[in-house]
């Protein structure tokens, strides 16, 4: 079963960061909390770029495979 991702336009990606830096800026501590958004967008940015790659990689591999099914055939 496969799981749709949506991936925010980046305009909405970095307004988000923005609130939650704002909203997490408020109680002591805020700092800690910035500084692990900040964390979490990265590593949210790095898995969709991961994630994509693997989606290609995957889409070639099936054509390959069908190039290799018709020539064996």
């Known amino acids: 079963m496969t799981v749709p991702v949506f991936q925010l336009p980046t305009s909405a990606h970095q307004e988000t960061i923005d609130f939650l830096r704002r909203l997490f ?16 967008s990265k590593r949210a940015t ?21 190039l290799e099914e018709l020539a064996g055939r």
Do not use: C, V, W, Y
Not at 56 to 65: F, K, Y
């Open 25 to 40: 800026g408020m109680p002591s501590g805020g700092r800690n909390a910035a500084t692990m958004i900040d964390t979490l």
């Open 46 to 66: 790095i898995a969709e770029q991961l994630f994509k790659r693997q989606q290609d990689d995957h889409a070639r591999n099936l054509e390959l495979r069908e």
